[in-house]
Nanobody, 115 residues
Framework: QVQLVESGGGLVQPGGSLRLSCTASGSIFSRYYMEWYRQAPGKQRELVAGIGTGGTTTYGRSVKGRFTISRDNAKNTSYLQMSSLKPEDTAVYYC?????????WGQGTQVTVSS
């Protein structure tokens, strides 16, 4: 059973950068499609970015050009590099994985963009 742990969240000023990490254990990481979602207070969870097993990426409209998703299969880790952060990026960020048979979610990491 795969387990995911996010890290790297925190408080950052507008215009700043953060890198989130999502480390998997318990299964073969390279098999999984990895995604990052976020949920702000009072709002629905939204897709931020996804990366396939071959490295193909997709991004939500609000983050395209500012965020970059990547993966390092040797480290069982997916990354979300966030740049030019805005107050509206404030949310709890979750990673998820899916290989068509099993899926899992991490516990989330808080990102707060504020001066």
């Amino acid at each position: 059973q795969v387990q995911l742990v996010e890290s790297g969240g925190g408080l950052v000023q507008p215009g700043g950068s953060l890198r989130l990490s999502c480390t998997a254990s318990g299964s073969i990481f390279s098999r999984y499609y990895m995604e990052w979602y976020r949920q702000a207070p009072g709002k629905q969870r939204e897709l931020v970015a996804g990366i396939g097993t071959g490295g193909t990426t997709t991004y939500g409209r609000s983050v395209k050009g500012r965020f970059t998703i990547s993966r390092d299969n040797a480290k069982n880790t997916s990354y979300l590099q966030m740049s030019s952060l805005k107050p509206e990026d404030t949310a709890v960020y979750y990673c998820s994985c899916d290989d068509g048979h099993t899926s899992a979610w991490g516990q989330g990491t808080q990102v707060t963009v504020s001066s």
